[in-house]
């Protein structure tokens, strides 16, 4: 006994140090997706005109904006704008939105509670109220998980009720200032869910998959990416497995009945609040809230959970089924790391169109639908000087671009490869008006999987080697190309996977390109 109490809290650290250094590999990749309306609204704004933006624009509370606009002043708000999510989770770790805080804003409340209820003790109780105001400040989808934990502290503590009315009352009090801003934002809030309808319909498949791949896999993968299915599968039946050893043992000391006020039944309630929350927004017609980003706020509870199933099966059990589940978490881990499994490196593509374009070279970014706002200007917060910046949809956008070629200037175009398109390996030897634009050169950055740069030019000056920019951009194609007979051609690879996207993208049928679009959504694209 005393062995262990030496042991654990050096198996903990050294537990907290990797997952820390896991972190550190992954803070400095591109911002993408809803990072980016996060950067929009906090970068080179006072902090008044971003609480006032995220009272009219978002759907979420104000801690996190305001805790993230005061980190981004510490240095390149473009890496230190992720400082406050270095808590919990490999992914959501190192993405500047509140579902890491959220999680370990909860667990926080949990273990206040309960040490609230141990020792009667004021300071405890303070300090929960604080960790619950800290969650319904930081995101909605803790609402969930704190009711079923106050249902449980009300059921199990009725001895208590008059101090836990009191807790609760302050808790309340402390929301009312921003119950104005929280009607206000509901008012668009229906449409993100209309949205997140058309990627995940709502369904009990659908449910189980993205519970399994919060607990065991990465939210933007599908477990077959991460940890594999082979891993999956045995972490699944490892925990049911588990799961239903506890039951049998509750089931055979019966006698004494359950005993509902054991933390075990709050993890228990705490585990399924979410999921059950989830379902409850998403029965709505045509409203969906099944994101594996949405159950976040029971993550602490549910891992809990499954640890105390693993190390409750008894010590010849329990020490294969812990080093196996380490084992399956370690692999996905790795796995996260890997090229494929990492956001857009957008910092990599504007360095090399920065290191490539002349003053006026143009940059055409190409998305299956239109973009407006942070998303469809990404790319310009990475440019170390400027560039004319345009994106299509619309056409006309398209247009612009193409029309600097014919005067001249060089013409990057960014494109994504994913869904129908994922087996691309070249760009299209011919673009531009009247496939006048001839490719020149071509690379691919190294962290995306999903989208393509293409270059067109005029230029002939000479670029760095094929194996160089190869290395630098694995998966996303930059080419560039010139009006032919005033480019410099060169040899480049072939093949008969080639991507093109012309001018008419946008005439395409509706279904063809929303077909395409949610294949590439599916495919975890990264915008």
Known sequence: ???????????????????LGLRLVLVRDSLNGDELFMFNIVHDRSLGDAMSI???????????FLLVWVSSKLGDPLVWSRLPSLLFAIFYATENRAYAGVAFLVGLSMLFLLRAIDTRSRGWWAAYVLAVVAVIYTHYIGVFVLLAQTAWAFWTQRERLRELLVVHALIVLAFLPWLPSYLVQQDHSGAEARRIALLAPPSAEYLGNINVRMLLGHPSFQLSEVPGSAAAVLGIALILAAAAAAALRAWRGRAGGLDLSSPIALLVLATLASPIGVTLLSVRPDMSFMLARNLSASLVPAV?????LLVSLGRRAAIPAVAVMFAILSIGAVQSLEQEHRRTPWREIAEFIDTRARP?????????????????????????????FFST???????????????????????????????????APRDGPGDRFVKVAEGRPGRVGSDSVRGSARSTRPTRSRRRARRLMASL??????????????????SDHHVHLPRAWTSYPRSTKQRTYWSALRAQSRW
């Open 54 to 64: 995220v009272r009219e624009t978002e759907k979420t509370p104000p801690l996190y």
């Open 393 to 427: 949809p619309p056409a006309r956008e398209e247009d612009r671009a193409w029309a600097r070629g014919l005067r001249g200037a060089h013409v990057f175009v960014v494109w994504p490869l994913a869904g129908l398109l994922a087996s691309t390996e070249h760009a």
């Open 1 to 19: 006994e005393r062995l262990r109490e030496h042991w654990a809290p050096l198996v903990v650290g050294a537990l907290t140090l990797l997952a």
């Open 360 to 388: 006026g070279d143009a940059v055409l970014q190409h998305f299956f639908i239109e973009q407006s706002g942070a998303p469809g200007r990404v790319l310009t917060n990475y440019f170390e000087r400027p560039h004319p």
């Open 304 to 308: 809990l959970l499954v640890a105390w």
């Open 477 to 494: 194609d930059v080419v560039r190309m010139g009006l032919e007979g005033d480019a410099e051609q060169r040899s480049l690879p072939t």
